[in-house]
């Protein structure tokens, strides 16, 4: 049984591409988290999500930032004209049930590094 | 003031010394979990506690819910053991439903 996969593990992209970060929850995890880790700084909340709803976004930019969790596939993170404050380790966790108290499972990061 | 604290900030011990790492939070919280992050590495939760006492190995959590106040305990460290550890909190009531962090330790634990 496959952990939290998140790919790529690093990606690099100038100012202004886009960036496009995916994570496969754990075989039969329906809810899916997203944490931003910016240089030198904790782990701070982005957004949560469920199978093809987003149920809190309160941590996610309002801008260039959005978020995915489709029907079928992993759940992406995409953001639109990066900038160098971008640059940060973007972790994915998921859990299996609904509760605030389930656990959830961490993946290894994706280092954005934006150039 | 951050809403989790933890101290130390960063700890060196020699190896086989009994480690103590402190997280103190001001909300109110439905759970309080410790995770392990080594240097470019993912993010591994250790624990997931809402009262009491949980044990895992050379790992020993504890929670006091009336002082806010979490402690990690390692028994007969070893330099395998250097990582940063995260105490993070699901916070109860209203509110974001992810976690909040606190800013981590430093471990390092020398042969």
């Known amino acids: 049984n496959a952990g939290v996969m998140q790919n790529p593990r690093h990606l690099v992209r100038r100012r202004g591409q886009e960036a496009r970060l995916r994570c496969s929850p754990m075989?039969?995890?329906?809810?899916v988290y997203w944490y931003r880790q910016l240089p030198e700084e904790g782990l701070k909340f982005m957004v949560y999500?469920?199978?093809?709803?987003?149920?809190?976004e309160s941590g996610m930019p309002k801008e260039r930032f959005s978020a995915e969790f489709p029907k079928e596939g992993p759940s992406i993170l995409r953001i639109q004209q990066v900038v160098r404050g971008d640059s940060a380790a973007y972790f994915c966790?998921?859990?299996?049930?609904?509760?605030?108290?389930?656990?959830?499972?961490f993946g290894q990061g994706t280092r954005l590094t934006v150039v | 003031k951050n809403e989790v604290e933890q101290s130390p900030q960063n700890l060196t011990a020699q190896e086989g010394e009994f480690i103590t790492i402190n997280c103190s939070y001001s909300?109110?919280?439905?759970?309080l979990h410790w995770l392990q992050q080594h240097p470019g590495g993912g993010i591994v939760s250790l624990f997931m506690?809402?009262?009491g006492k949980k044990k895992h190995g050379r790992l020993i959590a504890t929670i006091n819910i009336q002082e806010k106040h979490s402690s990690l305990h390692i028994t007969a460290s070893h330099p395998r053991d250097s990582a940063v550890y995260i105490c993070?909190?699901?916070?109860?009531?209203?509110?974001?439903?992810?976690?909040?962090f606190g800013k981590g330790t430093h471990l390092i634990i020398q042969p």
């Open positions: 966790a998921s859990s299996l049930g609904q509760g605030r108290n389930t656990e959830a499972f």
């Open positions: 075989k039969g995890h329906s809810h």
């Open positions: 999500l469920q199978k093809e709803n987003i149920i809190d």
């Open positions: 909300v109110g919280i439905s759970a």
């Open positions: 506690l809402s009262s």
């Open positions: 993070a909190v699901v916070r109860s009531g209203g509110g974001a439903d992810g976690l909040t």
